[in-house]
């Protein structure tokens, strides 16, 4: 008998719980959105996204929620509108009591930046852009070169990641410079040549190649010897001979983010300038070999 008053007590709870459960919801649907509440969820100190802003950016697409039942609000809609914008990766939106709507968003967080002509924007992790200009600046990898959707910036993701992910390699990569999908240029902080990787494929063994350069070919035949290393190619690195040293100096204003120098001004020499020059070099040493059979020809006849 005191078992089944005692299930009878706790069916009731629960049908009291449901019941305020179901009341608070058809209460809380039924009434008016009076306040919005924006939490920035990454934001740090260089935080771009403001709360006015995200309210801003919710007014320029036309959704309006001020004085709308809180029944009648859209959360997936809403959310799927944020994300529209450039400058956020997600957004939650909460519906809590009293008419109050909470959204909470992620700004965007930029893995390296893109030069592009005279444009420049950022990437994150999704291939997101968002255009830089002179309110953010934010210390990523810099990368210049023409995307396209056959050919979007992401295909550069693993490849950043892995220099970023090595101390070594993060502190000898300055730049990326994307010629075409076949001739990714790395600008090294060691002034005086580039390093051909060829795409952005098989890049652990590239890099493995390029260590065992620096380390046994590079302090033997001179820092300044050669303009362009290629590992590109598979079991083999290819060194183009610098044609005469020269000597760049790079002026940028430290407060001008926008001003980049272009992979050419970087280049002292090229391919085409040193292959002239070996083949006059064997054609030079092809006269002299002949010259000197004539001599011995000469010599026999006299003798």
């Known amino acids: 008998m005191k078992r089944l008053i005692q299930n009878i007590i706790l069916a009731v709870l629960a049908i009291l719980l449901v019941v305020g459960i179901v009341w608070a919801r058809n209460r809380s649907q039924?009434?008016?959105?009076?306040?919005?509440?924006?939490?920035?969820?990454?934001?740090?100190?260089?935080?771009?996204?403001?709360?006015?802003?995200?309210?801003?950016?919710?007014?320029?697409?036309?959704?309006?929620?001020?004085?709308?039942?809180?029944?009648?609000?859209?959360?997936?809609?809403?959310?799927?509108?944020?994300?529209?914008?450039?400058?956020?990766?997600?957004?939650?939106?909460?519906?809590?009591?009293?008419?109050?709507?909470?959204?909470?968003?992620?700004?965007?967080?930029?893995?390296?930046?893109?030069?592009?002509?005279?444009?420049?924007?950022?990437?994150?992790?999704?291939?997101?852009?968002?255009?830089?200009?002179?309110?953010?600046?934010?210390?990523?990898?810099?990368?210049?070169?023409?995307?396209?959707?056959?050919?979007?910036?992401?295909?550069?993701?693993?490849?950043?990641?892995?220099?970023?992910?090595?101390?070594?390699?993060?502190?000898?990569?300055?730049?990326?410079?994307?010629?075409?999908?076949?001739?990714?240029?790395?600008?090294?902080?060691?002034?005086?040549?580039?390093?051909?990787?060829?795409?952005?494929?098989?890049?652990?063994n590239k890099f493995a190649k390029l260590r065992l350069f620096y380390d046994q070919v590079m302090p033997k035949r001179g820092w300044n010897t050669y303009d362009t290393i290629s590992v590109k190619w598979s079991h083999q690195v290819v060194a183009t001979r610098r044609v005469k040293a020269v000597q760049q100096v790079i002026e940028e204003d430290p407060e001008d983010d926008e001003q980049f120098p272009d992979i050419e001004t970087l280049t002292p020499g090229s391919a085409a300038t040193a292959k002239k020059e070996q083949e006059q070099e064997a054609a030079a040493a092809a006269t002299a070999t002949e010259s000197s059979a004539n001599d011995k020809d000469k010599n026999k006849k006299q003798n």
């Not at 924006?38 to 004085?67: H, M, R, Y």
């Not at 400058?87 to 909470?102: F, P, T």
């Open 30 to 204: 039924g009434e008016v959105c009076s306040q919005i509440d924006v939490e920035i969820v990454n934001a740090d100190s260089t935080s771009f996204v403001t709360p006015q802003g995200v309210l801003d950016e919710l007014q320029s697409q036309g959704v309006k929620l001020v004085g709308k039942r809180m029944g009648s609000i859209d959360a997936s809609e809403i959310e799927e509108a944020l994300k529209l914008s450039p400058y956020l990766e997600s957004a939650d939106i909460v519906k809590c009591q009293n008419g109050r709507l909470l959204i909470r968003v992620s700004q965007l967080v930029p893995i390296f930046r893109v030069f592009d002509g005279e444009s420049s924007y950022y990437v994150n992790r999704s291939g997101k852009h968002m255009s830089a200009n002179v309110y953010y600046h934010s210390d990523v990898p810099v990368v210049q070169g023409h995307f396209t959707r056959k050919y979007p910036a992401t295909r550069l993701l693993p490849l950043i990641n892995y220099v970023e992910n090595d101390s070594l390699l993060h502190s000898l990569v300055s730049m990326y410079c994307v010629k075409d999908t076949n001739n990714i240029i790395i600008v090294p902080n060691i002034s005086g040549h580039v390093v051909n990787i060829g795409n952005a494929q098989g890049f652990e």
